[in-house]
Every structure is written in C-alpha cells, then in structure tokens.
C-alpha cells in the first residue's frame, strides 16, 4: 500500500523558516514526480512546488518562488521543502503529492497519492 507521511510542520513567526519532509513507502518512487500543495483554512487546495524524478526540474508558485526550495532524496523516497523567510499568508496545511511520471506536475488532480497533511502556522 502506497503511503505518503509529511512531517516538520509547526508554529513559527513571520520571517523565520521550517523545513518540511514527506516520506513515502509501498513502492520506489524514483520514477515519480513530488509536489507540495497547501491548503489555507477555508480556501481550496493550491499548488506550492514540485520537481521532477531526477531533480533536475523543479517549478515553484510565484507567491513562493524565491523562498521556498523543493528538493529530493531518492534513496530514502523523501522530499523536502524549505521555507524561509515565512509569511502570515503562507498559514496552511501543507501536502505532499506523488505522480508516476518523470516529468514535472502542476496540476492538483493529476496526483495520484497524497499525504495527510501537516500543519504551518505562521504568527505576525
């Protein structure tokens, strides 16, 4: 069974960082493209970052580009995403997504497993 666990939310004030990790079992997802996608409280579901299966594509939403970085570890079928610089509005829950494609997906309905989700909360 495919499961996806992210990890490393918390709380933390504006300007500061957090790094998220999201771990996945039940398969090798080295040929699987990984997003992140974030859901504000009472907002819909929206696209954060991904990158490709090798690493070697990486796509960020223009609300984030700049301080958010994705990254992966295909030996230990993690991917990551650094958030510095935090804002109020970066406040979410935070999910991670995996595609067996080895491009990169922007796209939230294109993924097929997704995690539980983990909570960033940033305070003014």
């Known amino acids: 069974q495919v499961q996806l666990v992210e990890s490393g939310g918390g709380l933390v004030q504006a300007g500061g960082s957090l790094r998220l990790s999201c771990a996945a079992s039940g398969r090798t997802f080295r040929s699987y493209a990984r997003a992140w996608f974030r859901q504000p409280s009472g907002k819909e579901r929206e696209f954060v970052a991904a990158?490709?299966?090798?690493?070697?594509?990486?796509y960020y939403a223009d609300s984030v580009k700049g301080r958010f970085t994705i990254s992966r570890d295909n030996a230990k079928n993690t991917v990551y995403l650094q958030m510095n610089s935090l804002k109020p509005e970066d406040t979410a829950v935070y999910y991670c997504?995996?595609?067996?494609?080895?491009?990169?997906?922007?796209?939230?309905?294109?993924?097929?497993?997704w995690g539980q989700g983990t909570q960033v909360t940033v305070s003014s």
């Open positions: 997504a995996a595609r067996p494609t080895i491009t990169v997906v922007t796209t939230l309905g294109e993924y097929d497993y």
């Open positions: 990158i490709s299966w090798s690493g070697g594509m990486t």
